[in-house]
């Protein structure tokens, strides 16, 4: 049962995008968009290039990001700024989430591959500002990307997070397998459940599941 296998869970740590919120809003749509017109305009590729880039560098470094930094030397910042300028309307509030979240005992988290100003303007969206008690993005690793352990490392570091008493909540496994060598506890929160010895739990409703755990 959940509320037992988290019961000695003092901090929580959230991805962002299709975890704090569902991927049925479409929001990280608009972010690939612009990934892919960045990557044109960054490489003076077309469409068609750029958009095969930006899957390859995803699956291949963890992020567009990390491949563009990686293979062309690109400016992290100024990409950032730039693929995060989104409409956050089709974000709506959930008042149940926010108090489940809320309830967890110990420390609340997000940490994203995104940008933290990012991150704060989709929690304000999702009614979540003011919630959590830190909000890492990409640059608090030093731009590198989950699931790199070395990105982890910093970002745990710089909290002072303990992970032998941490839970991780992902959409991405990829994501999960470091925190799960850690010691943390993993939830993929997925539509499709994952098989695999790194996840301890899989949901497709994270209000849903917070509720079972706080019990």
């Known amino acids: ?16 995008d299709n975890t704090l919120y569902p991927p049925h809003m479409r929001l990280f749509d608009q972010i690939e968009l612009r990934m892919t017109a960045y990557v044109m305009n960054s490489l003076k590729v077309d469409a068609a290039e750029a958009n095969r880039l930006r899957k390859l560098y995803w699956a291949e470094y963890g992020t567009t990001l ?4 990686a293979v062309h030397d690109l400016d992290p910042e100024p990409y950032l700024v730039d693929v995060h300028d989104i409409d956050f309307s089709v974000l709506s509030p959930d008042a149940d989430l926010r108090a489940r979240i809320a309830a967890l005992p110990g420390r609340r988290i997000v940490y994203t591959n995104g940008s933290a100003p990012y991150a704060a303007k989709v929690l304000e969206a999702r009614g ?11 640059e608090h690793a030093d731009y590198r ?11 745990f570091q710089r909290d002072g997070l303990s992970p032998a008493g941490a839970a991780m909540f992902e959409d991405d496994p990829r994501n999960l397998s470091v925190p799960h060598v850690l010691g943390m506890r993993t939830v993929h929160v997925a539509p499709d459940r994952l098989e695999a010895a790194h996840i301890h739990h899989h ?3 994270l209000s849903g599941f917070l509720a079972r755990l706080l019990g």
């Not at 990390?66 to 930094?69: K, V």
Request: glycine content about 6%; hydrophobic content about 55%; proline content about 7%.
């Open 1 to 16: 049962m959940p509320a037992e296998f988290f019961r000695d869970t003092r901090a929580w740590v959230f991805d962002l």
């Open 66 to 69: 990390a491949g563009l930094m």
């Open 128 to 138: 979540l500002s003011g919630l959590f008690d830190a909000i890492y993005g990409v």
């Open 145 to 155: 990307p989950k699931p790199e352990a070395a990105a982890f490392a910093r970002v």
């Open 203 to 205: 949901t497709d409703d």
